[in-house]
């Protein structure tokens, strides 16, 4: 299935949450269009009755998959590899490899408003990882990683505006140390199950894949 390209905010009210798919916006009430319509598009009021069991896993996967905006294969692929791991948990260990990927990173840092202006900066050749330029948004960041703005980009009033929000909001997460003032962050540990910040119940999904 090819990546969605119509109205996000369709998938905010099919997920009956605010996902934060655009970015500045999402935090304004009067331009957000899901504080205003709630209701999943294109559906019939709620009946009374008995959710299935597999709607709600399904649900929940289809909510993680647009949070990071990741394509069903890709979402197999981490689940299957979060499976085989020999440690931890495997929802944990999936949300983990969701939040290393180098797109959910630069959102997380603060230099991008959505995930996918992040994914957009980092295709179009704007992001570095330890001096090498990445223009794959799934990389994944390891401890000890430096990324860093391209100086043409450090120009952009985007840029700009991006920073200036990061700090007036200041809820970068503990694992990631932005520098604002040379347009760069160092990831200075991995990720864990308290650093996600959207409700998600990851083993629900685990359950899903399990059958």
């Given at each position: 299935m090819a990546r969605y390209t119509g109205?996000?905010?369709?998938?905010?009210?099919?997920?009956?949450?605010?996902l934060f798919l655009k970015g500045s916006r999402c935090l304004n009430k009067e331009k957000c269009s899901f504080e205003d319509r709630k209701t999943p598009p294109?559906?019939?009021?709620?009946?009374?009755?008995k959710i299935?069991?597999?709607?709600?896993?399904?649900?929940?996967?289809?909510?993680?998959?647009?949070?990071y905006g990741v394509l069903e294969k890709q979402f197999r692929a981490y689940f299957a590899q979060a499976h085989k791991s020999q440690t931890g948990i495997t929802g944990?260990?999936?949300?983990q490899l969701l939040e290393r990927r180098l797109d959910n990173v630069v959102y997380r840092m603060g230099f991008a408003s959505s995930r996918a202006q992040s994914r957009s900066f980092i295709s179009q050749g704007h992001i570095t990882v330890n001096g090498q330029r990445v223009?794959?948004?799934s990389f994944q960041i390891k401890i000890g990683d430096k990324v860093n703005i391209k100086e043409k980009m450090q120009k952009s009033n985007v840029m700009d505006l991006n920073i200036k929000l990061a700090q007036s909001l200041n809820r970068y997460p503990s694992?990631?140390?932005?520098?604002?003032?040379?347009?760069?962050?160092?990831?200075?540990?991995?990720?864990?199950?308290?650093?996600?910040?959207?409700?998600?119940?990851?083993?629900?999904i685990v359950e899903l894949y399990s059958k």
């Open positions: 109205p996000v905010c369709k998938l905010c009210r099919r997920e009956g949450l605010k294109g559906l019939p009021p709620k009946k009374k009755g299935s069991e597999y709607s709600i896993q399904l649900r929940e996967k289809q909510k993680v998959k647009r949070i944990e260990i999936l949300l223009d794959v948004a694992w990631v140390i932005p520098d604002y003032s040379n347009f760069s962050g160092e990831v200075s540990a991995l990720p864990s199950r308290e650093h996600i910040d959207m409700p998600i119940k990851e083993q629900v």
